[in-house]
Structure formats: C-alpha cells, structure tokens
C-alpha cells in the first residue's frame, strides 16, 4: 500500500472517531441544560463538626503537621 493511502485511511478512521465524540459531547451537553441530570446518593461524608455557631473541619494528622509556606524557584 502506498503512504498516501495509508495517511488517508489513519486520517479517515480519526475524522470518524472525533465525530463520535462530538455527538457524545452534544448529547451531554443537553442533558445538563434540560436539569435531566440525575445525582445518586454519595455514602462519603466530610468530617465536618457541626455546631450551631460555627463550624470546623477535623483533618488527619498528616495533614496538620505540613509547613504554611512550601519554598520555591
């Protein structure tokens, strides 16, 4: 086979699948505008202490022991 007929044929198969895509994409798209858009219920929840006054987060100890500022270039 000659490379322009192999070019073709790759740039081709590439047109087709960025067709796909862009359906997919569309119909995505749409169903976010019509609010058809359904969410499930999640069964992770944030280790958020909740007080009538305020509120604060808990975090892992790994997480407190970070420096504020990290040095850069």
């Given at each position: 086979m000659k490379q322009t007929t192999m070019i073709a044929i790759v740039l081709g198969i590439l047109l087709v699948i960025?067709?796909?895509?862009?359906?997919?994409l569309t119909k995505i798209k749409s169903?976010?505008?019509?609010?058809?858009?359904?969410t499930g219920s999640s069964s992770i929840r944030p280790s958020?202490?909740?007080?009538?006054?305020?509120?604060?987060?808990?975090?892992?100890?790994?997480?407190?022991?970070?420096?504020?500022m990290v040095g850069g270039c």
């Open positions: 960025s067709a796909v895509q862009a359906i997919q169903s976010f505008e019509g609010n058809s858009l359904t958020v202490a909740s007080s009538p006054g305020k509120k604060t987060a808990s975090l892992p100890s790994s997480v407190k022991d970070l420096p504020q």
